[in-house]
């Protein structure tokens, strides 16, 4: 059996493989997956633009032709980061394949299979509740046709959509164009996204590792009380040496990740922002039509939601780097040997500064950010209802 194919792993390779994503399938499987999507996607795409162009004058309507067009190009996005960073993709799971695979020491092994199970619960939790309000948002048009209450001229659709051809003759292949849209876009967002998560799990417990390691190799320092061993005896320095090949690794595991999702993130939460501000105004808007304002709110519980899952990792290792600088400076280094000590200061310096994920080196994805980009959503909404 495949390591992916493992309980931790399984879902994700699905929900990639699903979107044609994962670096694992076949060129020829991948590409016609691709070709499928993007056939797809754009052409709803170009049918909503079609269809807010003939209201364009209609704040209301703009707004409500706004939030699936902005989820369409979330999806996209997400899925040419995937496109291009493909070989960046294939190498960090790779890492996380060997890393599995080199270790011996079985409490290591425990570390990385418990970070391995709290990405997965994560994961688990943020799909869930993206499909669960994909599921509410489009379930209100088959309400009416459950009830028997729609008509000829009242047939509701997913979105205000415009193909130029009797709305009325091919209302169900129009329905499920726009269904089979929003399950794609979805997936390409919770797959991209869950996997990020297990990223920054393995990183985390790589540096956790790494800090139980260090913490041993100062408890060695501690049991001799020696500074001046020679060479071949100092297993503090053996250890210490590890230690270093440990932080390395996971930092160059952390930097790849950065260079997968930097340039990606800064666009994506630039589109949070906005399409926050404006499915909430668009909630207050419709407040009278309690079923619209539905699932203008499911919108921004899921806008949110995402917003959310992409700062909170960033926020948990810069935490498990600190704790690096925590365990070095919390020994008794100062007894170690001439050798050791070099090597703990070298340590200390890179330690000093938290790794982190950007978004474009302009901001760091932690709670404290997510916490500022949803105030500006909010001021940014508060913008748009004086409009009204």
Not at 125 to 145: C, D, G, H, K, N
Not at 264 to 280: D, E, K, P, Q, R
Request: with cysteine; proline share 2%.
């Amino acid at each position: 059996m495949d390591f992916f194919d493992g309980h931790n792993y399984r879902v994700n390779k699905i929900l990639l493989s699903a979107v044609g994503q994962w670096p694992y399938q076949s060129s020829r499987t991948s590409q016609v997956i691709r070709i499928v999507i993007v056939t797809v996607v754009c052409s709803q795409f170009l049918a909503k633009l079609c269809g807010m162009y003939a209201y364009i004058h209609d704040m209301d309507i703009v707004i409500e032709c706004l939030v699936p067009i902005m989820v369409d190009v979330s999806g996209m996005t997400k899925i040419m980061n995937s496109i291009l960073c493909i070989n960046e993709i294939r190498e960090l799971l790779e890492q996380i394949r060997n890393d599995f695979c080199s270790l011996r020491n079985s409490n290591d092994i425990k570390i990385l299979q418990k970070y391995a199970d709290s990405g997965k619960r994560s994961s688990t939790v943020y799909a869930s509740v993206l499909y669960t309000m994909t599921v509410v948002f489009m379930l209100v048009p088959f309400q009416p046709l459950i009830l028997r209450v729609a008509n000829a001229t009242t047939r509701p659709m997913l979105h205000r959509v415009e193909y130029f051809v009797d709305m009325d003759k091919y209302y169900f292949p129009i329905l499920f164009h726009g269904y089979f849209t929003a399950v794609i876009c979805v997936t390409s967002i919770v797959a991209s996204d869950a996997m990020f998560v297990i990223f920054v799990q393995h990183a985390c417990g790589l540096f956790i590792i790494t800090s139980s390691r260090i913490e041993q190799a100062i408890r060695e320092v501690c049991l001799t009380a020696d500074a001046n061993l020679p060479i071949m005896k100092d297993n503090a320095y053996q250890n210490m040496i590890q230690c270093v090949r440990d932080h390395r690794a996971a930092i160059r595991f952390t930097n790849l990740m950065e260079m997968v999702y930097s340039k990606h993130f800064l666009f994506h939460s630039g589109l949070n922002m906005i399409a926050m501000s404006v499915t909430s105004v668009g909630a207050v808007v419709k407040l009278g039509d309690l079923n619209v304002a539905l699932r203008y709110a499911s919108f921004t519980i899921c806008l949110l939601s995402v917003l959310y899952l992409e700062s909170w990792p960033g926020q948990q290792l810069s935490d498990y780097t600190n704790k690096i600088f925590s365990y070095i400076t919390g020994g008794r280094w100062y007894q170690s040997s001439l050798r050791v000590r070099r090597i703990i200061n070298i340590m200390l310096l890179r330690s000093y500064v938290p790794i982190k994920i950007t978004a474009g080196k302009l901001y760091t994805l932690n709670l404290a950010n997510f916490s500022a980009v949803a105030r500006t959503s909010f001021s940014y909404f508060t913008v748009l209802c004086s409009m009204q």
